[in-house]
C-alpha cells in the first residue's frame, strides 16, 4: 500500500496523539502525527482541527471511524469510495443500493392531469368552494 498522507477531521483539538496512534495502528505504521494550520499571512500559526498523519499503510483505512466518542473523517489519495450509509465500497450514499430499496416508490402520475389529482385531494378544495 505504501506511504500515504492521510487527514482527519472532525477530531477534538484537545484529543492526545496517542489516541490516533492507538486507533490507526491495526492499519499500518505511523511515522508523524500534526496539526494542520491556517495560512502563514497570519501573525501567530492556528490549528485549523485537522490533523495530518504520514503513515505507512498495511490495509486502506475507513473513511469513517470512531476515535475518542468522535466520527471521524480520514481521507487520503488512493482511498476506496465507500458508502456514508451502508459502509459498503464501491458506490457513493446517493446511489446505494439499501438506500434506493428503503426509499418509497412515488405514485404514477403520467396520464394523471392537475385537476384530477386535486380533485382527488380533498385538502385541495378551499373552504367556500362548491363542487
Known amino acids: 500500500m505504501g506511504m500515504r498522507c492521510i487527514r482527519i477531521a472532525n477530531l477534538p483539538a484537545e484529543d492526545p496523539e496517542r489516541t ?5 495502528a491495526p492499519y499500518g505504521e505511523i511515522i508523524l502525527i500534526n496539526d494542520e494550520t491556517w495560512s502563514n499571512k497570519y501573525r501567530y500559526t492556528v490549528s485549523n482541527g485537522v490533523k495530518f498523519v504520514m503513515m505507512k499503510l498495511s490495509q486502506h483505512l475507513p473513511p469513517h471511524m470512531t476515535i475518542a466518542g468522535n466520527r471521524i473523517l480520514a481521507s ?3 482511498q476506496p469510495t465507500t458508502c456514508y450509509g451502508c459502509g459498503r465500497t464501491g458506490h457513493m450514499y446517493q446511489s446505494c443500493p ?11 402520475h403520467s396520464s394523471s392531469t392537475w385537476a384530477r389529482i386535486a380533485a382527488k385531494n380533498p385538502l385541495s378544495r378551499r373552504d367556500g368552494d362548491e363542487n
Not at 490516533?20 to 490507526?24: G, K, T
Not at 439499501?98 to 404514477?108: G, H, I, K, L, S
Open 20 to 24: 490516533i496512534r492507538v486507533a490507526l
Open 76 to 78: 487520503y489519495e488512493g
Open 98 to 108: 439499501r438506500r434506493q430499496a428503503e426509499r418509497p416508490r412515488a405514485a404514477d
